[in-house]
């Protein structure tokens, strides 16, 4: 692999509205320290993609974001969600993954019924109004464009899905809780090209209501959906920049290598 | 020799190992379906036992060994529930774990025999309980135990990790994941677990000579009152069960029949343990069916 200097960076500062901001986060499990000092202001209702190549740390960082690393490493620094810290280990991580849902690599729907798959973390979470669940389970799956197709079959398991259809009841799952950032770990990396069309066009509807965080390895797809575009190379954040101006005109020598197959 | 020729000759090897294992179940089960079926009559399951005559039965043995196992599962599965959740959810990989492991399959390798001495000094004598239902119980928990929270635990370890995560991703806490999502995904494993211990419970014999007893007192079946001596219910009465019956026609039984009832028990011991199994494992897959939503 060739050598890049790592302090060569550049990350611009967007300036919007912002809906999370990370201030010097490092990950580290034990004394491996895989994710140094990154900074970065993520705009509201935008989407923003996180590339780069295995191993870069896209898909730790992006778990700092909910507190997914909790049991699984340390992490330093700060990460501000509307003027509170989100890595202080003092609030409440429950009540935090409520506003900022996740979407895993994998499509991974509950042993249960379509309807229990969507509903069963808000009953948990103390909804028991029938009407408004219903509203939710609606209005969720409609979000995701899954409605017509299991509008029929609603408390059939949702294990009988498809690849692609499960994906977007996860994502669907994750949109009924209502929260504010979705974050989203290579969701269609599991999925054939026709399915990822399809999800595409879902998260870009979605960013109208939504935030969202993508790691992809793919840079079409990037490219494609993405309003922002952050580069990572083993753990340190080289580029962030509008998604045109990384895939056009990047400033970092390191990003050119990677976005045009030049890399490693 | 070549790749097809040695995949024939493995091929065949393993076939002919999994014919001798299949032969030997048939042969051992249809011996003693085919020595005892011909013994099993409405008789025979009804009546009492009889000490010194023929034509006795084998009522309140099939009785004892029922309430016995049912007894030692409403002791065994919470306990072994509780420790398999904590096992597969909540132990942090460490020596203390570790230590705790080894333990299981420590006391997983114990004879039974030692178990039911171990129960009889402890229990029968010095807690005083007597030969009895109790004592038999707890001895055969001791016994239990260590499969069964084995098995729950690995049942819960099959459960991806991804749903996990998913769990925790929606702000669920690590019981309301554990408790909602992780344990009816893994219940048919579960179920399996308890159908295992159920039949090694119902077939026990060593370890209930010296805590449940050898005798089976006459009791009223229609008295539901636990605390009675003569309820069929009382955990605290002896109660000789179906395989000690057996073992104890074989060694002591005077009774002209002895080897006639002994093969009518067998068998139905061993019709109880099929039915139990099928049973148990029809009622798993109808829960999994109806919690998962499966067709």
Known sequence: MKNYNLDETYIINPQKESALSAKQVTVSYGTNHVIHAADLN???????????????????YLRCFNRMNDKIATVGGQIMYRDTDINNPKINVYELRRHIGMVFQRPNPFAKS?????????????????????????????????????????????????????????????????????????PASALDPISTAKLEETLKTLSDQFSIIIVTHNMQQASRISNYTAFLHMGHVIEYDETENVFTNPHVRATEDYISGNFG | MNPKRSNQIATG?????????????????????????????????????????????????????????????????????GAGIYLSEYASDNWITNVIRTMIEVLSSLPSVVVGLFGYLLFVIKFGFGFSILAGAIALTFFNLPL?????????????????????????????????????????????????????????????IYTAGQS?????????????????????RPA????????????????????????????????????????????????????????
């Open chain 1, 114 to 186: 379509i309807r229990e798959n969507l509903t069963f973390a808000l009953k948990k979470n103390g909804m028991t109004d029938k009407d408004e669940l219903e509203m939710r389970l609606e209005t969720s799956l409609k979000g995701v464009a899954l409605w017509d197709e299991v509008k029929d079959k609603l408390d059939q398991s949702a294990l009988a899905l498809s690849g692609g259809q499960a994906q977007r009841l996860c994502i669907a799952r994750s949109i009924a809780m209502q929260p504010d950032i979705l974050l989203l770990d290579e």
């Open chain 2, 240 to 295: 000789e069960t179906l395989a000690v019956h057996i073992w104890k026609l074989n060694t002591e039984g005077v009774t002209p029949d002895a080897h006639q009832i002994s093969s009518g028990a067998s068998a139905v011991l061993i019709i109880v343990i099929l039915i139990f199994n099928l049973g148990a494992r029809a009622l798993g897959s109808y829960t999994y069916r109806k919690m998962t939503a499966t067709k």
């Open chain 2, 148 to 208: 069964l929270t084995r098995q729950i635990e690995e049942s819960l370890r099959t459960v991806p990790n991804l749903q996990r995560e998913a769990g925790m991703s929606l702000g669920l806490s690590s019981w309301k994941t554990v408790t909602g999502i992780i344990l009816p995904a893994a219940l048919p494993g579960i179920i399996t677990g308890i159908i295992l211990c159920a039949g090694r419970v119902f077939g026990e014999a060593a370890a209930l």
């Open chain 2, 13 to 81: 090897t393993i076939f002919g190992l999994v014919v001798i294992v299949v032969l030997i179940l048939i042969g051992l089960i249809g011996y003693i379906l085919f020595n005892g079926v011909p013994n099993i009559s409405w008789h025979f399951i009804t009546a009492e036992a009889q000490a010194f005559s023929a034509g006795g039965g084998i009522r309140d043995q099939l009785f004892n060994s029922l309430y016995l196992l049912i007894l030692t599962l409403l002791i065994s599965f919470p306990i072994a529930l």
């Open chain 2, 216 to 236: 089976a007192p006459v009791v009223d079946y229609l008295n539901f009152n636990p605390l009675s001596p003569t309820s069929f219910l009382n955990p605290m």
């Open chain 1, 42 to 60: 993520f705009p509201r209702y935008k989407i923003t993609s996180l590339i780069g190549a295995s191993g870069s740390g896209k898909s730790t």
